[in-house]
């Protein structure tokens, strides 16, 4: 009877602890993908999780079960003082690590290449183009397509590939809509490439999740999913909208501010996104031959962006930034 009780106590106490761990899931967006990017990484986690849990359930119901089944108090209990060794646990011990950390580099490898945000989301419909600006401490949406952008708010079709190209006007942020997947850091005189896709409409979370000073806790954005049609209005109002972008318009803009409102603006000025990221690349040696340098490196080396940064940093010199004081700052690679 007791050996019963002390049974059901055990299955209570990890039932509650089951319980507890996954009522905090219902708000982790991560899992609840909209998209085909954001679907396989969260299947990832999930595979990792469980892979996870082959280890850690067995060791807290050893915990607990050892510690009541083994209790000094408990004279029935098998009491071998001089035992030290067994090959089946052994076994155990070394064989399901093993087993878990190949499955796991083997899901690393596939995935990783896989889910290369750099690589075009396959789709027989045409992609919108979208380039990205960061600023301290606002985001800048540009659909180079239709001559057009939008402060604080990206809109795009739902089920057709957005392909973003994405630099800073200021310090290094970070990209992410949770639901869709794949985060891409955001940085000065760099320009990075992001393929994402939402299979449903809606509108979801976007944000900045690298520390990137006292606005940072503001610097979100709706991204609104809508019918292709939807999309196709929204663009012909954009197209009306009074305001237009050009560089005294933009200059205001990036001044650090907090809660810019969305504004669309019917026009933009040419080559702004370019303009935004040369402005920190005088150290790779002109306009043109810089921008013939960042295309190189997407094309061959977009894998290892930084250590490409690294060799061109060696062999150009370190980066001249101006601070907004004035000051000339020579900035190296290590400073990011």
């Known amino acids: ?13 990890v039932l509650l602890l089951g319980t507890v761990l996954l009522s905090s899931c219902s708000n982790m967006v991560v899992l609840d993908s909209k998209g085909p990017i954001g679907s396989e990484e969260a299947f990832l986690i999930k595979i990792a999780f469980i892979l996870m849990l082959i280890v850690v359930l067995p060791v807290f119901v050893m915990v607990i079960w050892f510690s009541v089944r083994y209790r000094a108090s408990n004279k029935k209990a098998t009491y071998k003082p001089n035992w030290a060794h067994s090959h089946k646990i052994e076994l155990v011990v070394w064989l399901v690590p093993i087993a878990i950390v190949a499955a796991l580099s083997y899901l690393t490898w596939v995935k990783t290449h896989e889910l290369d945000p750099y690589k075009p989301i396959v789709s027989d419909v045409k992609p919108v183009r979208v380039e990205v600006i960061s600023t301290d401490w606002n985001w800048l949406f540009i659909y180079p397509d239709y001559n057009i952008a939008v402060v604080n708010h990206l ?3 739902a089920n057709t590939p957005v392909n973003f190209r994405l630099t800073s006007a200021s310090v290094m942020t970070s990209f992410f809509i949770p639901q869709l997947g794949s985060q891409i850091y955001v940085m000065a005189g760099m320009r990075t490439k992001l393929h994402l896709q939402a299979d449903h409409e809606g509108t979801y979370l976007g944000q900045n999740i690298e520390y990137s000073g006292t606005g940072y806790a503001t610097m979100h954005f709706d991204a609104v999913a809508t019918s292709k049609e939807e999309f196709e209005d929204w663009v012909e109002k954009a197209k009306q909208s009074p305001d237009v972008l050009n560089m005294a318009t933009y200059e205001k803009f990036a001044q650090p501010n907090t809660d810019y409102p969305v504004t669309t603006y019917s026009s933009v000025a040419p080559k702004l996104f370019d303009h935004v990221m040369m402005q920190f690349m005088g150290w790779m040696g002109g306009t043109d031959h810089a921008m013939k340098m960042t295309d190189d490196m997407d094309d061959t080396h977009h894998m290892h962006g930084m250590q490409d940064s690294t060799k061109m940093q060696e062999e150009h010199g370190p980066m001249i930034m101006q601070s907004d004081s004035g000051h000339v700052h020579t900035k190296t690679m290590e400073d990011k």
């Open 1 to 13: 009877m007791m050996k019963k009780n002390r049974y059901k106590s055990l299955m209570g106490v």
């Open 155 to 157: 809109v795009f079709p």
